[in-house]
């Protein structure tokens, strides 16, 4: 069992939908992140919330906002998604800065029409 | 431009044997390295580190070596079991800060 949840684990929609993923984790990290991985390539990082404050916008398109609402929670919001941000999306977290691995979760499959 | 690659996309071991994995990166500010494993369908699990102070660590039958003058690291499996067949992908983070730069993966295959 993973100890960071990611809802849902599918995800349908079209280019003019406005949907959210949500990442939950209550282990008490205090940096959470994001990342987009196509198939058969490495996770890509989008964005770092380190002590519910955004720290790293990897330059990713508005299309895509994330949220964190408290320590334990991670949101993205998506509208006006293209084709080409059909992808895996995972959810991670982190004690702390520093020399820690990441915990993620089990991702959310999305899909673009 | 790759600062992590891994360079071989699989790998097929017979079951018993040694699977070593090869990792090689391009930034010096690197001094965390890791190994996760990923099943499909799942989210990348964390194997094994290593900090740039050290040349090995071990941990049961997964062993993580760094060789910092070549930008080299390896991760060996030994016996290799067939639950071990995966995506493992090397990874590092430089000095401070949150950021983790993943290499493309490799697919191992353990056979029966």
């Given at each position: 069992d993973t100890e960071v949840t990611q809802t849902p684990k599918h995800l349908v929609m079209g280019m003019t939908n406005k949907k959210s993923l949500k990442c939950e984790q209550h282990m008490g990290h205090r940096a959470m992140y994001w990342y987009k991985q196509k198939a058969k390539k490495p996770p890509e990082l989008m964005f770092v919330y380190s002590y519910e404050k955004l720290s790293i916008n990897e330059s990713v398109p508005s299309r895509f906002s994330p949220e964190c609402p408290n320590s334990s929670l991670l949101n993205l919001h998506l509208h006006a998604l293209q084709p080409e941000d059909s992808a895996l999306y995972l959810c991670a977290s982190k004690a702390r800065e520093g020399l820690e691995p990441q915990h993620f979760g089990d991702g959310t499959r999305l899909s673009i029409l | 431009d790759q600062q992590v690659k891994q360079n071989s996309p699989s790998l097929s071991v017979q079951e018993g044997r040694i699977s070593i994995l090869n990792c090689d990166y391009t930034n010096s500010m690197f001094d965390y390295f890791l190994w996760y494993k990923k099943y499909p369908a799942e989210g990348p699990t964390f194997l094994i580190s290593i900090s740039s102070i050290k040349d090995k660590n071990e941990d049961g039958r997964f062993t993580v070596f760094l060789n910092k003058s070549a930008k080299h690291l390896s991760l060996h499996i030994v016996?290799?079991?067939?639950?071990?067949?995966a995506v493992y992908f090397c990874a590092a983070s430089p000095t401070g800060g949150f950021k983790t730069i993943f290499g493309a993966g490799t697919r191992l295959f353990v056979k029966a």
């Open positions: - | 016996p290799s079991q067939p639950g071990d067949s």
